[in-house]
Structure formats: C-alpha cells, structure tokens
C-alpha cells in the first residue's frame, strides 16, 4: 500500500504515518477526534485538522486498496430506510446491512417508493450476490423488486421481526 502511494513530498510526517491515520479512519469508521487519539499512542501528535486534510487528500486510494479486503456480505440482508433533511428538503436514506452488522450499501433518494427500492436492490445484487432472506418493515415498496430481482429470497416483512438496522445508532 505505502509504496503505491504517491510521493508526499512537502508532508512533515513519514508516509505510514499518514496511511496509518487515513487507514483508521476508513476502515473503523473513526472521527477525526479519536484518530488524532490512535496517532498520539502511537507517538505521532497532529492535529483534527490535519488527520481532516490527510483523510480527504488520501482517502479516495486508500480506500480503494482496502475495499477488496473486506470479507463479503453474508446472505442474511435487513432492509431499511430513515428520512434526513438535507438543505432543508426530505431525502430518504435507504440501508442494507448484513446480519453480521455491517452496512452493505446505502442510497439517498428524494422518494420512498418502489423505484427507490429497485434502485438499492440493483446496487446490492451487482455488487454482491443475491440474499438468502431480506428482512425488513411492512414497506411494501420492497415487494416487487425483491421478487423480480432476488425471486429466491425469502422477505420477511414484520415490524415486530428483530431487525438489527432498526436498533443501529451506528455512523453511516
């Protein structure tokens, strides 16, 4: 990874450093605050703002090299969708995670209907394999692209069902 990263010529900092920071971040999700926290135990004092500009700068390639690492879904989905303004109009945020907890993929659309789900759906499958059982709430935006597009899955649709998405406080 270090050695395919391009020269950081300018920086104070050795390039492990860096990558070492705008790793963290990626791959655990980590604010800029506890970051900062990771380095200083290492012996590396930065501040949020430069752990910030390194994320940003770097981010994009580090990513993009870990990204295959990562161990694939399992084929247990929950489903899920939640409302959140943005510049003060109504998006929908839709969510898949996998029974393990771990997000899948998530899609911001102006609409919550069957076209938006279609849309996640499509995403998901291409980029993983199809699920065994969908879980999600009485939505029935979800119906008919699930059977069109996964007609092997089983979707379980109960408000009642412990779904794990429902219950997530987790940073998306």
Not at 46 to 73: C, K, Q
């Amino acid at each position: 990874m270090l050695t395919s990263m391009p020269r950081l010529k300018g920086f104070r900092y050795p390039r492990e450093n860096i990558a070492y920071a705008v790793w963290a971040s990626h791959r655990f999700a980590r604010s800029t605050a506890e970051v900062e926290d990771l380095l200083v135990q290492r012996g590396v004092t930065v501040s949020r703002e430069t752990g910030r500009l390194w994320i940003n700068r770097f981010g994009a390639h580090i990513a993009a090299y870990i990204r295959p690492d990562w161990p694939r879904p399992n084929d247990n989905w929950h489903l899920d969708e939640i409302v959140i303004p943005i510049n003060g109009l109504k998006h929908w945020l839709w969510r898949a995670v996998d029974a393990n907890g771990d997000t899948i993929d998530i899609l911001v659309q102006t609409r919550r209907n069957a076209k938006a789900a279609k849309r996640l759906l499509a995403r998901l499958i291409a980029q993983s394999a199809q699920p065994r059982i969908a879980m999600s709430d009485k939505l029935r935006s979800y119906t008919k692209p699930l059977a069109l597009q996964a007609p092997d899955a089983d979707h379980r649709a109960y408000m009642g069902l412990h779904n794990p998405i429902e219950g997530s406080h987790r940073p998306t």
